[in-house]
């Protein structure tokens, strides 16, 4: 197993989701050097582990909770919001997965310590 950036040759890659998102089942994904961010759209699975402490009931629970951490004004340099691989019905309205991205995304819940 590697470390760092997905390449064009990766098939799956796992990363660590900073929050969860109950109301719309959508992950919170920051960019950092430990999570780049091709990691989340370059290899055709992705693997998510979200630690169950990190799951909140709505968006404002996750952007409050990213404030109180990063402190006022300060934000990481990309927060991507995932709710499943992309998906387009732009042509004869047949629709194509994925449009971009991961094929496949699974998310593990891992019980916290």
Avoid: C
């Avoid at 799956?12 to 929050?19: E, L």
């Avoid at 998102?21 to 699975?45: C, H, K, R, W, Y």
């Avoid at 629970?61 to 990309?78: A, D, F, K, N, V």
């Amino acid at each position: 197993m590697k470390e760092g950036r997905a390449e064009d040759a990766d098939t799956a890659s796992v990363t660590h989701a900073f929050a969860g998102v109950a109301e719309s089942g959508t992950i919170v994904q920051l960019s950092g050097p430990d999570n780049p961010t091709t990691l989340n759209f370059l290899p055709e699975a992705h693997i998510v582990l979200l630690e169950a402490k990190d799951l909140d009931a709505s968006y404002e629970e996750g952007w409050t909770r990213l404030r109180e951490i990063y402190g006022r004004g300060q934000m990481p340099r990309t927060v991507n919001m995932i709710s499943g691989p992309s998906r387009t019905a732009d042509i004869e309205q047949t629709i194509v997965r994925p449009a971009h991205g991961p094929k496949d995304m699974h998310v593990i819940i891992v019980k916290s310590r």
